[in-house]
């Protein structure tokens, strides 16, 4: 799971527990203006992730880390699907983050919230 939180004018994605090992990641610090929006996706999670590189994926159970699709890296760390949010980026390594949170609604609206700021 992650936790999305806002720090100034950085979106920070701190990846918890376990995943941490699963992701080969614990943080990602990207700028808000590099951020095109968020959205609830669960249904994201049976479209195809592409090559792994690198990550852990179990069908049905977890999709973490570095995955490689149509020229675009995407960030994932899901394993609920119905508490999985989209983050879209440009300008970023990743186009985007695929992530399971607490409560997606309420990451959205932060996310959308700090946007409709800038």
Do not use: C
């Not at 936790?3 to 527990?17: D, F, Q």
């Not at 995407?74 to 879209?88: G, L, M, P, S, T």
């Not at 949170?101 to 932060?110: E, G, I, Q, Y």
């Amino acid at each position: 799971m992650a936790k999305v939180t806002v720090e100034g004018t950085t979106l920070v994605v701190e990846i918890e527990g376990l995943d941490k090992l699963w992701a080969l990641k614990s943080r990602l610090d990207i700028p808000l203006a590099n951020v095109r929006g968020a959205t609830a996706d669960p249904g994201i999670v049976a479209e195809p992730k592409g090559r792994r590189a690198p990550g852990a994926h179990l069908p049905g159970v977890i999709a973490a880390g570095t995955f490689q699709i149509e020229g675009e890296r995407i960030f994932w760390d899901v394993r609920d699907a119905a508490k999985a949010v989209v983050i879209e980026l440009a300008d970023e390594r990743y186009a985007r983050l695929v992530v399971q949170v607490s409560d997606p609604k309420a990451t959205v609206d932060l996310i959308e919230r700090e946007l409709a700021a800038l």
